[in-house]
């Protein structure tokens, strides 16, 4: 087992591995051994009708929520939002409910951020909110996408390649030994504080 000295643990893998779950689990077993920590950030949950997937929300660790994409949106302003796939992008939605988690305070022990993808980056405030994260030098669990035909998205590069980033890559047969490892790092990061 690697032992890091960054602060910056970003969960990559295909969709659908579970790193949204892990990411979950991770904040349930710190929340639940060391009840004092202050975490903030954002996770997305898929949005489904049926069996069918149609669509996205941003919900923020105490709760609040908002849609982030739709493939349903037929709304008059939803013509002009940017598009995922059969995605369309809601910024407004997703810049009011995620960008305040990203604000770097005082007394914050942990920022959440999933996901740095796609959807996320059309938001121009986002990135630059995530990069004040990282020099803030305050831990953060991240997930990233997996790269697409072996390209990579230009800002997911860059905080993959941060001198401070772990990067686990996630599969079914390694997701608890992972989330074991990140949880058990966040918690000797947190005693050295």
Wanted: charge should be positive; proline fraction near 6%.
């Amino acid at each position: 087992m690697a032992v890091v000295t960054g602060k910056c643990f970003l969960v990559t893998g295909p969709p659908g591995v579970g790193k949204t779950t892990l990411v979950m689990r991770v904040v349930e077993s710190l929340r639940a051994s060391h009840p004092e920590l202050n975490i903030q950030g954002f996770y997305t949950r898929e949005i489904r009708e049926g069996s069918q997937r149609v669509g996205f929300e941003v919900v923020t660790l105490d709760g609040r929520r908002g849609p982030l994409a739709s493939s349903t949106a037929s709304s008059r302003e939803s013509l002009r939002w940017p598009c995922v796939g059969k995605y369309k992008v809601d910024l407004a939605s997703f810049e009011a409910i995620a960008l305040p988690e990203l604000e770097v305070k005082e007394g914050t022990d942990l920022f959440i951020i999933d996901e740095v993808g796609k959807m996320e980056l059309f938001s121009s405030s986002f990135f630059p909110a995530v990069l004040k994260v990282l020099e803030s030098n305050i831990p953060i669990l991240a997930t990233i996408p997996i790269p697409k035909s072996g390209r990579d998205i230009t800002e997911v590069s860059r905080l993959r390649n941060h001198p401070g980033a772990a990067v686990s890559t996630l599969n079914t047969g390694n997701r608890d030994a992972i989330r074991e490892t990140i949880y058990t790092q966040i918690v000797s990061l947190m005693q050295k504080h």
